[in-house]
C-alpha cells in the first residue's frame, strides 16, 4: 500500500499549557511513529497552508477574518476555544494538510492517508469556532475533493466522543455528503439526536448514533456493521473521509465511554472494507480529539498499520477498562428500523 500522512509542520504555534488541546498530542504520536518505524514506511506529504477561496467553501468571511484578527491578539473564541500567535497559520495548515492529502488520494499517487492534524476542526461551524476548533478542516477538505478533484459524493464518518456539530450543520441540506457519527450522548455539544437526520435535499444524508455514557467496542462495532455499512452501501461515495477522535477511549479524560485500542482497530478495518468495496479504497483520516496521550499515540499508530497493510502490527497495550461496560441492542435495533436497514 502507498499510504501517505501528513504533519501539521505549523502546529507547534497553537498551543497553551493546561489545556488539554496542547502541542504535546501530535508530539507524543511523532513519537511512537518513530519508535514503531512508521516514519521510514510511510510517505510524509508537506502541509500547505489553505487558501481563502478553499476556506470559503464552508466558512463566512467573517469568521475567517475573525479568526485572522484574533490570533494575533491572544484570546479566547469561546469558553474552550484558545488562540495564540501561531493559530492562525496552525489552523491554515491543519485545513491545508488534510486537502494535500485528500488530492494525492484523488491523483491515484497515494492509496490512502491519515491528515495528523491540529487544532481539529469537527465543531468549527459555518460561521464560528467552537470546541477548540477553529476551521471546520473535514468540511474544507470534502469540498475540495468535490470542487478540485472531482470526486462528487463523499462520505464523513466521525468517531470521535463528541458529536461534530460544525459538519453536520454545514452539510445538512446536502445530498452530496453523507455525515454518519457516532457519539456520546446527551454531552458536549448537544447535538446529534437520532431524529437529526438532514432537511430539504439532504433529508436521509446526516446519520447519528447518540450513545449513552459506557458503551464499548461491540456496540461501536455493531453500529459500525449493521448501519453504517448498508447506507454507505445506498449513498456510494467517491471517497471516505474519517474525523477520528480517539476520545471514546475508556483512558481519556474528556469521556465516558470504553472503547479500546483493540476496538478501534475494528471499526478501522470495516472502514477500509467499505472504501476497497465502494470507492477504490480511497479513504483518508484526519484527527481531531483524543486526550489520553498513551491511547492517542496508539490509535493512530494502529490506525496507520492497518492503512499501510500490516494488521500483523497492531498491539493494545493498554487493553479493556476497569468499568463494566454497557450494552445498548435496544438502540441500535431502533436506528436500524429508522433507517429500513
Ligand atoms: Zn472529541
Redesign the pocket.
Known sequence: MRTGYCLNDNHVGHTLSGHPEHAGRLQRIQQRMQESGLTETLIRVPTAAATREQLRRVHTDEHINHVHAMSYREGYLDPDTYVRDGSWEAALHAAGGLIALVGEVAAGRLDNGFALVRP?G??AEADRAM??CLFNNVAVAARAAQVEHGLERVLIVDW???HGNGTQHIFYTDPTVMYFST?QYPY?PGTGAKEERGAGPGEGTTVNVPFPGGVGDEDYILAFERLLAPLARRFRPDLILVSA?Y?PHWRDP??AMEVTLSGFARLTEILLALADELCNGRIVFTL????DLEALAYGVTNTLFLLSGHPEKVTDPLGPGPMAVRRVPGLIDELCALWGV
Open positions: 481539529p469537527h465543531h470546541g477548540f470521535d466522543v463528541h457519539h458536549y477522535g476520545d474528556l469521556a481531531e480529539g483524543g486526550y
